[in-house]
T-cell receptor, first 113, second 114 residues
């Protein structure tokens, strides 16, 4: 039973346009959400996070939106750059999970020059 | 120092071998983790150490044996592995309570069991 789902395994976007990566979760106890970016042969690197008390968090070109009622979050990258091409993982955690993160299956983003 | 260092980067071992994966961090993090990642799959939690004590074991087979000698080091001892254990093994660390940023991951050890 996947508690965190990324339904799009891949996404292709033109350079300069917006990339929107989506993530759905089922566990209503999750209260902290993160996005990680992963290049081949490297470990995931933290990108941006959001607490359930917020509905938006912005950091430069990256914005994460949280819709608690829909149990949905999204990552917007504007403008997209070729260096953004990577696999993006959504992850979630809750007070009752200690420090454990539950990861989604990942979305491979390809930004074309 | 804001890194988690894992060695070796690549490891090929036979099913009868004994080997160890090593992980080191000097960020003062008191929680450390082992994750396993198969191709095109998300990282799966194996073990969690909190203040050098094993706090979570996600029903991992005994052929994987974790060890936390001190607050900066985390080992994963491997013995009698199977080919299906071939994967990327990721170490991560974090503060004991959640802070912005969650985990810091190492680059991983690519393990191949032959």
């Amino acid at each position: 039973d996947q508690q965190v789902k990324q339904n799009s395994p891949s996404l292709s976007v033109q350079e300069g346009r917006i990339s929107i990566l989506n993530c759905d979760y089922t566990n209503s106890m999750f209260d902290y959400f993160l996005w990680y970016k992963k290049y081949p042969a490297e470990g995931p690197t933290f990108l941006i996070s959001i607490s359930s008390i917020k509905d938006k968090n912005e950091d430069g070109r990256f914005t994460v939106f949280l819709n608690k009622s829909a149990k949905h979050l999204s990552l917007h990258i504007v403008p997209s750059q070729p260096g953004d091409s990577a696999v993006y993982f959504c992850a979630a955690s809750g007070d009752n999970a200690g420090n454990m993160l539950t990861f989604g299956g990942g979305t491979r983003l390809m930004v074309k020059p | 120092d804001t890194e988690v260092t894992q060695t070796p980067k690549h490891l090929v071992m036979g099913m009868t071998n004994k080997k160890s994966l090593k992980c080191e961090q000097h960020m003062g993090h008191r929680a450390m983790y082992w994750y396993k990642q198969k191709a095109k799959k998300p990282p799966e939690l194996m073990f969690v150490y909190s203040y050098e004590k094993l706090s979570i074991n996600e029903s991992v087979p005994s052929r994987f044996s974790p060890e936390c000698p001190n607050s900066s080091l985390l080992n994963l001892h491997l013995h009698a592995l199977q080919p299906e254990d071939s994967a990327l093994y990721l170490c991560a660390s974090s503060h004991d309570r959640w802070v912005e940023g969650g985990y810091t991951f190492g680059s991983g050890t690519r393990l191949t069991v032959v």
